[in-house]
C-alpha cells in the first residue's frame, strides 16, 4: 500500500541525495517525500508543495504556515528558521490547525518556519539506547518499540541523561503520553549520539524525557 | 522491574474488583493503580492520592487538578465530573502543569474533575480492528501495535467509521502523531465495539482519527 513505484522511489532518493543539505552521507534514504504547506487554516489560502527542505518558508513570499498535508514521507518542522527553536514531527496525514501540528507546550508559538525530511525514518528498524547519564554512562536501556511511559517500562526517574541512535529515528516527548516538547533523534545526525540534553535540540532546557516513540515513515 | 510482588498484586486486584464500579466484570485486571493529585502546579497545593476511581474531585474538597503524578497503571482523566467531556490519558509519570496531561486542543480547557484507572490497558496484548464505515462495515484494518500515522500505514483516508477492540486498550487520536481530541477505547466498554463516532465519547464531534496506540500500564 506504499506509494510510488521502486523505480519512481530510486530517482527520487537520487534526487534527494542531491539536494538536501542536511543529509549528505544518509546511508539508507526511504524516500519519497512531499508536503504541502497553506498560510491559512484549513487548507486554505496560498498553497506550496515541498519535496525537500525549506529553510526559511518567509524566502518563498509565505510569511507563515498555518496547516499542512504530510503526502509522503516523515518531516520534521521547526518554530524558526534554518531548523532551530521548537521542533514538530510530521507524519503523513492532515494538519487543518495549527494546535494538529505543535503538541501542547507551555508556550503557545504560532510559527512554523523551516521544515525538513526525516531521512533515517523506520518504523520496522528503529534501535537506540538511553542512558542515565551524560556521555553514554550510568544505567541503561535498550529500545527498539514505542513507550508512552519511560516510567512504565521500568525507567527510574522522569530524566534521560544522554543517548545513542543506532538505526532509524525516535521522538522523544518531555512529558508521558508523547506531550510536551518533542525532541528528534536520528541516527544520521550528530553520528546518531547525544550526548548532553543540550544536543537534543536548541530549545532543550532540562533533560526531562517521560516518553520515546518510533518516527513512522 | 515491575513494583510490588506478586501476592501484593493479587490483593490489589481483590480491592479494585470491589472498588471500582466502571470495571464490575474486568476479566483480567493488571493493578495495582496510584495516582496522586495536586490543586497547584509543580505537585504544589492540597495533595491526594487515589487507588481507585473518583467520580468528581470537587465532592473530595478540591476545586481543580492543576498537577498529577501516575504512581501505578494506567487511567483516563476527563474535563468534567462522572467521567463526561475531554478525555485525557494518563501513564505512569509526572504531570507538573495542565499543558502536560491535556494535550493539544483546539480550545484550552483547564479542568480535570473525574479520573478512573483504565483496567484492560495492556501494552502487549492489545487487538483492534477499525472500519471504514458505520457498524463494523467496509474496508477494515487489524491492528497490534502503535500507528502514529494511520495514513502512512497505508489507511485510506483521514477517518474510521467504527472499531472494535478484542483485546486491551487503545488511544485514538485526531490528528497524526498522537495530537488532537483523544478516545479512549476499551475492550470491557461497549463489549468493545464502537459502531459510530458518537460512541468514541462524549466530546467526540467527527469521526477523524489520524493515530492510534495502545495504552501502556
Not at 496560498?46 to 518567509?58: G, H, L, V, Y
Amino acid at each position: 500500500m506504499m506509494t510510488g513505484s521502486f523505480s519512481a522511489e530510486h530517482r527520487q532518493k537520487d534526487i534527494m541525495a542531491l539536494t538536501n543539505p542536511m543529509n549528505p552521507v544518509n546511508p539508507m534514504p526511504m524516500g519519497p517525500w512531499k508536503i504541502t504547506v497553506y498560510d491559512q487554516e484549513y487548507f486554505q489560502g496560498k498553497r506550496m508543495e515541498f519535496t525537500a527542505c525549506c529553510q526559511n518558508i518567509m524566502e518563498c513570499g509565505m510569511e507563515n504556515i498555518r496547516s499542512l498535508k504530510v503526502e509522503c514521507g516523515a518531516w520534521v518542522g521547526y518554530e524558526h528558521s534554518s531548523f532551530c527553536g521548537q521542533q514538530f514531527v510530521l507524519e503523513k496525514g492532515d494538519y487543518p490547525r495549527f494546535e494538529a501540528y505543535s503538541g501542547s507546550n507551555s508556550y503557545r508559538i504560532e510559527r512554523m518556519i523551516s521544515f525538513r525530511p526525516i531521512c533515517s525514518a523506520s518504523h520496522k528498524e528503529s534501535r537506540m539506547t538511553i542512558y542515565e547519564k551524560e556521555n553514554m554512562i550510568g544505567r541503561q536501556f535498550e529500545m527498539c518499540d514505542d513507550y508512552p511511559s519511560l516510567q512504565a517500562m521500568g525507567w527510574f526517574n522522569n530524566e534521560v541523561g544522554s543517548m545513542h541512535i543506532q538505526s532509524g529515528a525516535f521522538v522523544c516527548y518531555q512529558f508521558p503520553g508523547y506531550r510536551g516538547h518533542q525532541y528528534i533523534m536520528e541516527c544520521d545526525c550528530h553520528g546518531g549520539e547525544y550526548k548532553c540534553y543540550r544536543e537534543f535540540g536548541s530549545h532543550a532546557q532540562t533533560p526531562q524525557i517521560q516518553s520515546i516513540r518510533r518516527i513512522q515513515h
